[in-house]
């Protein structure tokens, strides 16, 4: 089964840019739907955005759609969240998520995803 790491958090002031990315280990993407989640403290982890590995269908919470990013390397078997103007609101943990399937669809929900990395804090100082 395929294993998620994640790399690319830290501690950023509001406005700036960060990229995170989530590289498979013991297998690859091409058969995921590759999801980024974010929960802070108190709050459910939501959805944020999300891949079709093979073939690069997108999809975005309302939140974060003008400002972030998803993008794949299939060479590398990473995905990428590239997040621009960044908001003391995006402060959480960021977790990769993988489902087998090819259709982003609207299974946005955490329950959907079975494989998922040890997330990347994420803190935007105001």
């Known amino acids: 089964q395929v294993q998620l790491v994640e790399s690319g958090g830290g501690l950023v002031q509001a406005g700036d840019s960060l990229r995170l990315s989530c590289a498979a280990s013991g297998g690859t993407f091409s058969s995921y739907v590759v999801g980024w989640f974010r929960q802070s403290p108190g709050k459910e982890r939501e959805f944020v955005a999300a891949?079709?590995?093979?073939?690069?269908?997108?999809n975005y919470a309302d939140s974060v759609k003008a400002r972030f990013t998803i993008s794949r390397d299939n060479a590398k078997n990473t995905v990428y969240l590239q997040m621009n103007s960044l908001e003391p609101e995006d402060t959480a943990v960021y977790y990769c998520?993988?489902?087998?399937?090819?259709?982003?669809?609207?299974?946005?929900?955490?329950?959907?995803?079975?494989?998922w990395g040890q997330g990347t804090q994420v803190t935007v100082s105001s």
């Open positions: 891949i079709v590995f093979s073939g690069g269908s997108t």
């Open positions: 998520a993988a489902r087998r399937g090819s259709y982003v669809g609207p299974y946005n929900h955490f329950r959907f995803y079975a494989y």
